[in-house]
Antibody, heavy 118, light 106 residues
Framework: QVQLQQWGAGLLKPSETLSLTCAVY????????WSWIRQPPGKGLELIGE???????NYNPSLTSRVTISIDTSKNQFSLNLSSVTAADTAVYYC????????????WGQGTLVTVSS | AIQMTQSPSSLSASVGDRVTITCRTS??????LAWYQQKPGKAPKLLIY???SLESGVPSRFSGSGSGTDFTLTISSLQPEDFATYYC????????FGGGTKVEIK
């Protein structure tokens, strides 16, 4: 049974870079896409981006200029960097396993609340 | 971008009730729809994919139906652990989520 465990800084100042990492335990690491999704407080869900081990993936067009998703196959981990954050980036960030490119998510991390405040 | 409209945005129901949640999309997405359940402070949990396929381990009281632009999630007999927020998500054209339906205790 796959488990996703994520970590990263929870408090940032405007203009800083958000960095989160997600470790995958169990299951295949190579057969899926690995994704980041966020949820502003009290609001709905938004895909940030996805990536597979071959480096193929997609970013949300509204975030693509600020987002990088990378994968470390030696550690079964993947990471999110979101640059130049503002208060609008305050949200709970989730890592998730995606069955295939731009499909649905069958396993999720526990979530990390990231607050952007001066 | 495909717009997703869930209704109602919230509902009150009792244990044992049959509950129906609707998701409407702004264009035809065939059967490219998933449903999730989210409890406070927790990550979403996949319930239904491809509009009507039940995810492994999900109780059979949950069912999904529909195709094209109109979809339904039904809970046949609401249980105490089902009080949560439910989201639909389309994956026909990029990927977007509905606004959610909060199911509360009556």
């Amino acid at each position: 049974q796959v488990q996703l465990q994520q970590w990263g800084a929870g408090l940032l100042k405007p203009s800083e870079t958000l960095s989160l990492t997600c470790a995958v335990y169990g299951g295949s690491f190579s057969d899926y896409y690995w994704s980041w999704i966020r949820q502003p407080p009290g609001k709905g869900l938004e895909l940030i981006g996805e990536m597979n081990l071959s480096g193929f993936g997609n970013y949300n067009p509204s975030l693509t200029s600020r987002v990088t998703i990378s994968i470390d196959t030696s550690k079964n981990q993947f990471s999110l960097n979101l640059s130049s954050v503002t208060a609008a980036d305050t949200a709970v960030y989730y890592c998730a396993r995606e069955v295939s490119t731009l499909t649905y998510f069958d396993s999720w991390g526990q979530g990390t609340l990231v607050t952007v405040s001066s | 971008a495909i717009q997703m409209t869930q209704s109602p945005s919230s509902l009150s129901a009792s244990v044992g009730d049959r509950v129906t949640i609707t998701c409407r999309t702004s264009q035809d997405i065939s059967s490219a729809l998933a449903w999730y359940q989210q409890k406070p402070g927790k990550a979403p949990k996949l319930l239904i994919y491809d509009a009507s396929s039940l995810e492994s381990g999900v109780p059979s009281r949950f069912s999904g139906s529909g195709s094209g632009t109109d979809f339904t999630l039904t809970i046949s007999s609401l249980q105490p652990e089902d009080f949560a927020t439910y989201y639909c998500q389309q994956f026909n054209n990029f990927l977007t989520f509905g606004g959610g339906t909060k199911v509360e205790i009556k």
